[in-house]
C-alpha cells in the first residue's frame, strides 16, 4: 500500500481580493491532514476510488471531468504516462472540516495526486501536482486563484500572486496562530459568487477595497520579515475590517474573533471564504492556550493551535 497525506491552510493575509490579482499570503496547518492510500488489485475491475468521509464510491470510467477526484485522477496517471484505468483502489479520507476555508477540496487532491506519484514511483514536483490540483478547485470553487492547491501542493508559507510563480517562504523566526470554527459550514463557491456580484455592481468601491487589502498584504510581508508581530496582528484586524466591508464575515466569525482579541492575540479575522468556516488569531507563545480555551469556551467547534515555520 502507498500513501500520501496533504495539510490544511489558513489563508494569513488577502483572501477574495486575491481573485483579482492582489498578493496574498498563506500558510499550510499541518495539525489537520488529508490521507490517500492506494492498493494494487488483480481482478481486471478498474480503477475504484473510495471517499470514506462522503461515503461514496466511484469507479473512474464512470465518472466525466465533473467530479474532482475522478478528474485529478485521470490527469495525473496521464501527467505519469500510465494507461487509464488500472486496476487500483485509492482510499481518501480527511480530518479537515468541509467548507470551513482550511483547503479540504484541495488537500483531498492533493493527498491523492502525491499518493498516485508515489505509487507509480516517480516524483511529485509540487508545481505539477498544484496544476493538477487547480483543475479540481475550478469545480469546487468556479473562479479559483489558485492560492489554496499553491499552499497545499508547496506544504509551506507562500506569497502567491494569481498566474505567477509562488514565492514559497520561511518566517526569519515561527510564529503562532489559534484556528477556530464556527462550526457554520460556508462553501467558497457561494462566497466568492457573491463577492465577483457586488463587485460588478459596485466596481469603484469594490476594486478601491481590494487596493487596500493589497496595502496591507504588502505592508504584513514586510512585518513578517522583520519579525514584527504586533504589526502583522494589527494588520490582519484592518484586513478584518475590509472583509467586513466586502460583506464575507459574520456574527459566528465576529463573536469568536472578537473573544480572541479579548483573550489576548495581537490580532484576528476570518480566514478563507468566510460567512462561516474558520477565523485565526495571531498569538505570542503564551497566549496560545489562553486564547484557544477561551475560543473553545465560547463554544468553537473546533480549536487549532499551529506554529508557522
Ligand atoms: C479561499 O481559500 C480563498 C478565496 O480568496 C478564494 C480563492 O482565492 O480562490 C476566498
Redesign the pocket.
Known sequence: MTIATAPG?V?LL??????YGRP?I?VPVWQVVATAEVVDRADGAGCLIVARDLDRELWLREHDATEPLTLVTRLALAQLSLPPDPDWTITVYSEIPMAS?L?SGAALSTALVRALFAHAGQPAAPETVSAIVYES?RIY?G??????NTVIAYGAPIWFV?DQPPAPFRPPAPFTLVIAHTGVASP?RE??GA?RAAWQADTKRYTARFDAIAALVTAGRGAIQRGDWPLLGMLMDENQALLEELD?SSLELERLIGVARGAGALGAKL????RGGNMIALVDETAAEPVAEALRAAGAAQVVVTTVT
Open positions: 491552510k489563508i488577502g483572501e477574495h481580493a486575491v481573485v496574498a498563506a476555508g483547503g478547485e470553487h473562479t479559483p486563484s489558485g492560492i489554496d494569481k467558497t462566497t466568492v463577492v464575507v480566514s478563507g471564504g468566510g
